[in-house]
Structure formats: structure tokens, C-alpha cells
């Protein structure tokens, strides 16, 4: 489907944990209820975790490689996870005939400093989830993770993807 302009409507910004987006079953009714919200009127920014204990089961076997792997690595390895749970969301949603777009953090404009696995956002520049939204896509972010100014994968800590989501309403003015 084809998505229609849409510059006037509001946006809303919503957050899904990873027990939400935990199996391909819980996906799906996630995009059913993205898809429900952008029927009714309004641009939609999802923001998603990692799947149920993927974050965990990385950092498991990250320790099984290295007893102490460096924080840039870690952050390497971790953002993997919610890259996995917006492209399966981006999928999921184009099924329903709902266009989507699944961007990382640093693709969102979310900048950090430069402290590996406990960043923290300076700011935030959303120019192509506004693109997106504006050409009438859904737009699906990892949370938990931004780019320093060094062009480094960062990642927020716990909570992150809270604080994605926070950071990007307030960004975008949305609700």
C-alpha cells in the first residue's frame, strides 16, 4: 500500500518492552495495535527493546568468549537486540499493509556522548524519522542505543529504551 502524505496529523510516540515483542505471536499484536493507532489519525513513532531475555543471553555469551569484554564491544554486541525486534516489527507491520521503516538509534539522530553500555542522550536530531513519518510511514526505532559524536554505537544502560522514548517524544513534539 501505498502510504498518503500526512503533515497535519499529530504524532505519537509509543514504547514496547521486551516481554511485548518476546515471541513472533507478541509481535504481530503489536503491529495489530500500532496499525489500530495509525487508523485512527495519527503519525506513530514505536519505539522497541530487545526481545524478551535477549539482552541478558548476549551478555551471557559475551562472558562465554571474554571474562571481561571491553564496553565498546559490549554495545556492539547488545544493539544488536533491538535491531532485531524493529526489522521484525517493520515486517510485521507490511504484512497488515501498514508501511513501515525500521531505523537504529543512530540512523533516529539520537546522539550520546561517548560512554560505552551507560551513554547519555545530548540530543536529538529525528530528520529522517520526520521524512518517514512524513511520507506516512510508520517509523520503528531501536531503543536503548544512540551514536556518539565519534560515530561510536552507544547504549543507554537500563531503562534505555524509556529514555529513547522520552527523548524522541519531546524531540518530535509528539504525545
Known amino acids: 500500500e501505498k ?20 515471541t513472533p505471536e507478541r509481535l504481530r499484536q503489536v503491529a495489530e495495535r500500532v496499525a489500530q493507532t495509525q487508523k485512527s489519525g495519527v503519525r506513530v513513532v514505536v519505539v522497541v527493546s530487545a ?14 568468549v571474554s571474562e571481561n569484554p571491553s564496553r ?35 540512523q533516529s539522530g539520537i546522539l550520546t556522548n561517548d560512554r560505552h ?17 512524513e511520507r506516512g510511514y510508520v517509523v520503528i526505532v531501536a531503543g536503548f542505543q544512540g551514536m556518539s559524536y565519534k560515530r561510536e554505537i ?15 517524544a519531546a524531540a518530535l513534539g509528539a504525545s
Open 3 to 22: 502510504p498518503e502524505p500526512s503533515s497535519e496529523k499529530p504524532i505519537v510516540v509509543q514504547k514496547y518492552g521486551g516481554s511485548s515483542v518476546a
Open 51 to 64: 526481545m524478551g531475555k535477549t539482552t541478558d543471553e548476549l551478555i551471557a555469551l559475551a562472558k562465554s
Open 72 to 106: 565498546r564491544e559490549l554495545d556492539m554486541l547488545l544493539s544488536c537486540g533491538e535491531r532485531i525486534s524493529m526489522a521484525l516489527l517493520a515486517m510485521a507491520l507490511s504484512e497488515l499493509g501498514v508501511p513501515a521503516i525500521s531505523f537504529t538509534g543512530s
Open 117 to 133: 553500555s551507560g551513554a547519555r542522550i545530548i540530543e536529538v536530531r529525528p530528520v529522517r524519522i520526520q521524512d518517514e513519518l
Open 154 to 168: 552507544t547504549t543507554l544502560g537500563r531503562g534505555g529504551s524509556d529514555t529513547t522514548a522520552v527523548a524522541l
